[in-house]
């Protein structure tokens, strides 16, 4: 897992697709998980804005 700036973490850090989904979205949502196949790829987001600051999901089990 990495930081690529606040409120995003990606995992895992190996797809090109990643560094635009960084750059586009914004802060107050984050990439919690990233399935991918060879056909299509899955993005879960969380919008932190109605989140409990204590619930910090980092994406981790």
Do not use: H, W
Not at 8 to 34: H, N, W
């Amino acid at each position: 897992m990495r930081k690529s700036r606040p409120g995003i973490v990606i995992a895992p850090d190996t797809s090109e697709l990643q560094l635009i989904l960084a750059k586009y979205l914004t802060g107050t949502f984050r990439v919690c998980k990233m399935v991918f196949t060879d056909t299509y790829f899955i993005v879960f987001l969380i919008n932190l804005d109605i989140m409990s600051p204590a619930l910090n999901f980092d994406g981790s089990k």
